[in-house]
Each structure stands twice: as structure tokens, then as C-alpha cells.
């Protein structure tokens, strides 16, 4: 079960091994034999092309399927593969917060700690600081208390560093976003009861409880004078921040490790919702779309890591689309082109069999590679998986594997835009692609990975045509998840008239 944690805990970094001189001197041509051992990896690629392939009819039914299974999931609870989470948010970031305040963003391989001081509507943001900590691996499957502990201790250090003038008014306690990047069933807008742990997070005990209540109990224990005001998934809070920029912010979707997607939602339109008030008559809905696979073209290598997974069977699309998943899909599609030829050389390379070697990042570094005899390529296949020597052809194969996984990764992502965006479209005609309206985008998948950016935006515009998806803006929000956690602690401040 812990392969999933070592994939989350190297994800954010590149090897820092350093590339021996010789290599990129070697000549690097495809002998008779070596090109023999390609040619018969060569149906495995084409095979794996075809059932990875993302035609408009795939990326339609993809992002139909979307939109009917969001209308289940705001009917009842349970109706539909995505949850479709109440986030109990009731106002919107309207750019007049004032004060301190302070985001706390827990997520996946780090968590981090944000202090802004926003100056209302014409001074914005006064000041913001942030420190990012890395989570030790044996905390993610340790005990709540471990890891609530480990958090509350980097908080105090934190505020520890403060000088003076940073200090809450006397008399009130700083105010914390909790932006908390797992599935929650929210009970109001400070407190959530942890459904499951996702991303290779395997905690024990905290599951069905108030996560809120922990960490507030973990600050006490560290004697900090701090409180939770919102509790909210990374999502929600990358939403609240681009939105203190810009109205016409409605769908914030998150790539990273994992993913995930949220929208704002008119209240009528959540038949679930039952009764309950809201002011504004607008409110986020937190789709959990990770756990949607209707209709995904997948493949054996998709199954195989699914059931050898610590959650078989869930959180398909996420599998198939996110940071976590990428490089170990293609490093078992080389296992079994090794196994079948001598692409890698004679002896098989131990190292490739052992799941999630291969990370996401690599992937990138190796399709950025543009030396004439792909040296870059080269260095990873030793580096990562212990490849001793690879011929030109080998690595070419190895570059379209990765194309392959990261094409269908970035295209299936860019459906599930558009699935968003037409339930909304169909709700109100106009509402979304007859005016301006904003994607914010974050997460290092996102951020970081240029191939699978162009591939999510193309299939977007294939799926609204060039005219309509002018309107529809994808941006990436950097940062706006730490800020938008404090906008909703302003937002929802228990010291605010
Ligand atoms: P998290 O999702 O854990 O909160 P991030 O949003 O920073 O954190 O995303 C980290 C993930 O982004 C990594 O697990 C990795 O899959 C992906 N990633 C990071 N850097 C790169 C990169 N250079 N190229 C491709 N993917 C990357
Ligand atoms: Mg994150």
C-alpha cells in the first residue's frame, strides 16, 4: 500500500543527480539488433496509442457524462459518482477584507503557511509572507495527533518570527483559512468531517472526524492563540482568490498530485440543498471530480495500477489525468515493452519495476528534450530506472509513451472544463459562453508541465469551437489557494459585524 506515498513524497522535485560527462558523447545510432529490439515494442506503442486516444466524440461523451453525473450528485447525496460537496460558502471575496489573517494549506506533499494583511478595496494585499514544509513521509500514515502536531509546530514556528507590528488587536485570536485538499463533508463553513484520505495520505484516525476540531486541538497543545474560521478544499480556496481579482472567475480546477474542481453555483439549482438559507443565493459547489470515470478510455496498464492501488476502484479520473499517476502509467507501459524486447539492452533493468520510480516531473524533463540524440531521455531511462544503455529508436518510443499518457491525460482534464462549464451553460443560457467567464487554474501539474497544458486548452477549444471558447479564459492563478483561504477567514471572521 505505500507505493502511493512514495510517488506523493518525491513528486514536487527533480533528481538532483548530476549528469556523468561521457554520456551525451556516446554515438547514439540504432544498430541492426537494436533496432530489431525496437521494432518489437513498437506494437505495444501503437496498441496503447489507440486505446488512449481522445477523438471529439470520447472528449464529448466525456464531458456530457460530467455534466449529468454533477446534476445526480445536486440532487441527493450519493446520487452520482462526484459528491458534489455543500461548501457552505455564502460570500464571495468582494476585495474590501481588511485586517490580519492567515492561510494554512494542506494538501498533499506539503503544507504551507500564509499571514496576509489586506488593506481593503483600494490597498489590496498590504503585505503577504508564506513558508512552505515538506510532510515526512512516515506522517502519512501515522496518527492524527503525529500529524496535526507536526502542523500546529509549523504554525507556531511561524508566528513565532513575527515582530510586533504583525499582532492581532488585543483581544482576538489570529484567524486561520484551513484550506484542507481531501474529501470532506462539510458541516458549516468552520467545520468538515473527513469522508477518506486521497493522494497516499493513509492517517489513521481520522477518518469521520471534524478536521477542524483536530487541528484546533493541536494548536491549543502548542499553546498558540489561534482559530480556525473556514475550512475549505484548495479548490474553493484558488477559486475565492482569483475571484478577489476578477469577477468573472467561476470554475477553479486543480492539477497536481491530485485534482479536483469547483464552481460557483446558483442555490436553486442544488435540489439537495434543501431549505437551507443562503443570502447571497450563490454558493461554491466542490465537485470531487476526481472520482468520476464514466466513459475513460483506459488500459491494462490503467487497471493494473488501479488494483494494486490503496483505493482500487476509486478516484478514476484523477488516475488517469493527474500528477501522482502520470509517470508510473508510462513507467508500466515500458515494463512491459522491456519484458517483450531488448530495448533497454540484454538484461532487464531491476529498477523498472519498481512502481512510481518514474515521476511525473521526469516525464516533463524528457519531453522538454530537444538535443538531436535525445541525451536528456537518455539520462533519465539510467538515472530513474537504472537503463544502461538505450539506443536512439528506444528513446524515441519512450518520448511517445510519454506523449501518449500525457495527450489523454491533458485532453481527458480539458473535457472535464467543458463539462462544468455546459451544466452551467444549459442552467442559463448565455451565462457562461455568451460573456467573459475565467478558469483558474493551479497545481504543479498544471504550472509546470507545457505539453499538458496545450493539450488540455486544445481540446477545450475543439470541444466549444474557436468563436465560444474565445470567451472561456484559462488561467493559471499562481498562489491564489493560500490567499483565498485568508479572503474566506476574512469573509467569514467571528469578529466581523
Ligand atoms: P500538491 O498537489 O501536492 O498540493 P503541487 O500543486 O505543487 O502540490 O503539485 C505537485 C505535483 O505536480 C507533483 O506531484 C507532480 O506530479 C507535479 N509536478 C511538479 N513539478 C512538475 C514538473 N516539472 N513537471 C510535471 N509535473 C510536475
Ligand atoms: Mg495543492
Redesign the pocket.
Known amino acids: 500500500m505505500s507505493y502511493g506515498l512514495s510517488a ?1 513524497a518525491f ?2 522535485a ?1 533528481s538532483t543527480a548530476t549528469r556523468p560527462a561521457w554520456r551525451s558523447a556516446v554515438p547514439a545510432r540504432c544498430s541492426l539488433a537494436a533496432a530489431d529490439s525496437v521494432s518489437a515494442a513498437a506494437p505495444i506503442l501503437r496498441d496503447l496509442q489507440m486505446k488512449c486516444a481522445t477523438p471529439l466524440p470520447v472528449l464529448r461523451h466525456v464531458a456530457d457524462a460530467l455534466a449529468a453525473d454533477m446534476r445526480a450528485g445536486l440532487a441527493a447525496d450519493g446520487g452520482g459518482e462526484l459528491k458534489m460537496i455543500l461548501t457552505y460558502v455564502d460570500s464571495l471575496p468582494t476585495g474590501n477584507e481588511a485586517g490580519l489573517f492567515y492561510g494554512l494549506d494542506l ?4 503544507f504551507r503557511v500564509l499571514r496576509v494583511h489586506l488593506g481593503g478595496k483600494e490597498k489590496r494585499l498590504l503585505d503577504t509572507e508564506f513558508e512552505q514544509v515538506s510532510i515526512p513521509q512516515e506522517l502519512m500514515c501515522g496518527t492524527t495527533e503525529e500529524l496535526f502536531d507536526f502542523i500546529a509546530s509549523g504554525l507556531a514556528k511561524f508566528v513565532q518570527k513575527e515582530k510586533d507590528k504583525f499582532g492581532p488587536p488585543k483581544g482576538r485570536e489570529r484567524e486561520i483559512g484551513f484550506t484542507f ?1 481531501f474529501p470532506v463533508k462539510q458541516t458549516s463553513i468552520d467545520s468538515g468531517i473527513l469522508i477518506k484520505w486521497t ?1 497516499g495520505f493513509a492517517v489513521s484516525g481520522t477518518v469521520r472526524r471534524d478536521v477542524v476540531a483536530c487541528l484546533n486541538e493541536a494548536l491549543k497543545r502548542q499553546g498558540l492563540d489561534m482559530r480556525v474560521s473556514a475550512l475549505v478544499n ?1 479548490t474553493v480556496s484558488t477559486l475565492a482568490g482569483a475571484r478577489y481579482w476578477d469577477d468573472n472567475v467561476m470554475v477553479a480546477v ?1 492539477l ?3 485534482t479536483n474542481a469547483c464552481y460557483i453555483e446558483s442555490v436553486d439549482a442544488i435540489p439537495k440543498l434543501q431549505g437551507s438559507t443562503y443570502q447571497s443565493g450563490k454558493t461554491i459547489i466542490n465537485t470531487e471530480w476526481g472520482a468520476f470515470s464514466n466513459g475513460l478510455p483506459l488500459t491494462e496498464y490503467d487497471r493494473a495500477m488501479d488494483c494494486e492501488s490503496i483505493n482500487p476502484g476509486e478516484q478514476i479520473f484523477e488516475k488517469t489525468i493527474s ?2 499517476y502520470l509517470g508510473e502509467i508510462v513507467r508500466r507501459v515500458l515494463q512491459k515493452m522491456a519484458e517483450v524486447s531488448t530495448m533497454f539492452g540484454d538484461s532487464f533493468p531491476q529498477k523498472l519495476s519498481v512502481p512510481f520510480v518514474l ?3 521526469d ?2 524533463k524528457m519531453q522538454q528534450d530537444d538535443t538531436k540524440d535525445l541525451n536528456e531521455v537518455e539520462f533519465i531511462l539510467s538515472d530513474a530506472l537504472g537503463v544502461k544503455s538505450s539506443c536512439l529508436g528506444s528513446r524515441r518510443i519512450v518520448t511517445d509513451v510519454c506523449d501518449t499518457i500525457v495527450k489523454r491525460g491533458g485532453r481527458l482534464a480539458g473535457a472535464g472544463i467543458v463539462g462544468i462549464l455546459q451544466k452551467l451553460e444549459q442552467d442559463f443560457k448565455g451565462s457562461i459562453f455568451g460573456r467573459r467567464t475565467v478558469v483558474a487554474m ?4 498544471y504550472e ?2 507545457p505539453q499538458y497544458r496545450s493539450h488540455l486548452k486544445e481540446a477545450v477549444t475543439e470541444l466549444l469551437g474557436e468563436e465560444v471558447s474565445k470567451n472561456v479564459i484559462i488561467e493559471h492563478t499562481k498562489d491564489g489557494s493560500g490567499i483565498g483561504a485568508a479572503l474566506l477567514a476574512a469573509a467569514n471572521s467571528k469578529y466581523s459585524t
Do not use: E, W
Not at 442 to 445: F, P, R, V
Open positions: 506523493a513528486g514536487g527533480f494538501g498533499g506533499t506539503n485538499s493522494k484548495d486543480i497536481g498530485t491530485g500528477g501522482m515521476r511525473t516531473p516525464l516533463c493551479d497545481g504543479g501539474l509546470h508541465y
